[in-house]
């Protein structure tokens, strides 16, 4: 189901849009205002890999979680236990042919202090096979780092660059599919990149299905303070 105000697939991309060193073909099929989208549902506990909050909570079209007070911004919200996690995830129309991603977003944190790490992550069920571009800016080591099946969380050779207070960040990041492998190609903070060249396993099923959809985790320090991310603009590019 769309909403007003929200394109699931366009056959045309705006490559000026993006931060420098950061292109997509005209062609690309285009997701815009992913945090706007219906359906989204709720992962915690084992789900998310981390203890249950005693709050959380996300609110969707609201008008000061926007960059331009346009009600399309959403807020997700955690608190109440330390080492808490959360995980929002959502599908995104169907790219079955797509190799190649782009994710562009802005996030605005109330209390970086509180984060112990953001999760965001492109998932693409190809056949038999899930590549999982998921990622993870760790707001307390400084690593960003990629998830590999079987083996956890492995740096991607990249930095964290935390968000300050209550100031919006622009995140972009790039996927491909490549000889069988995802490959974390780049991440840009505020419009700064860093090229990667990190390729890690897909995960094999029994069964097959073409699918593809994006998550967004907040994962609490140790305290029991949480924190409010802001989201807005986030934008999907595949071709």
């Known amino acids: 189901m ?14 000026t849009s993006l931060p420098p060193g950061i292109t997509v073909p005209s062609t690309a099929v285009v ?3 992913v945090q706007t ?15 249950v909050p005693k709050t959380y909570k996300m609110t969707q079209h609201v008008a000061s979680a926007s960059q331009n007070n346009d009600g399309t911004g959403a807020t997700l919200y955690e ?5 808490g996690d959360v995980m929002w995830h959502d599908t ?36 038999s ?3 999982k571009g998921s990622t993870q800016c760790n707001y307390k080591t400084g690593e960003f780092r990629g998830y590999s099946p079987g083996h956890g969380w492995v740096s991607l050779g990249a930095s964290c ?13 790039q996927f491909s599919i490549t000889s069988g492998r995802t490959s974390f190609d780049g991440v840009s903070f505020n419009s700064e990149l860093q090229p990667m060249a990190a390729t890690l396993a897909p995960i094999h099923e029994s069964t097959t ?22 989201v807005d603009n986030w934008n999907v590019y595949s071709w």
């Not at 608190?79 to 080492?83: I, R």
């Open 79 to 83: 608190s109440g236990t330390a080492f």
């Open 2 to 15: 769309n909403v007003p105000g929200i394109l699931r697939t366009a056959t045309t991309a705006t490559t």
């Open 129 to 131: 096979y899930w590549y």
């Open 161 to 173: 660059v935390k968000a300050q207070a209550n100031t919006w960040q622009r995140v972009t990041l």
């Open 37 to 51: 989208l219906s359906g989204w549902q709720i992962c915690i506990a084992s789900c998310a890999n981390g203890a």
């Open 31 to 33: 997701t815009k205002n």
């Open 92 to 127: 995104l129309a169907q790219n079955s042919s797509a190799t190649h991603f782009v994710m562009d977003m802005y996030i605005k944190i109330d209390h970086p202090e509180n984060v112990q790490a953001l999760e965001i992550a492109l998932l693409k069920r190809n056949g």
């Open 209 to 230: 299905s073409q699918t593809m959809g994006v998550h967004f985790q907040l994962d609490n320090a140790n305290t029991t303070t949480g924190y409010t991310v802001d």
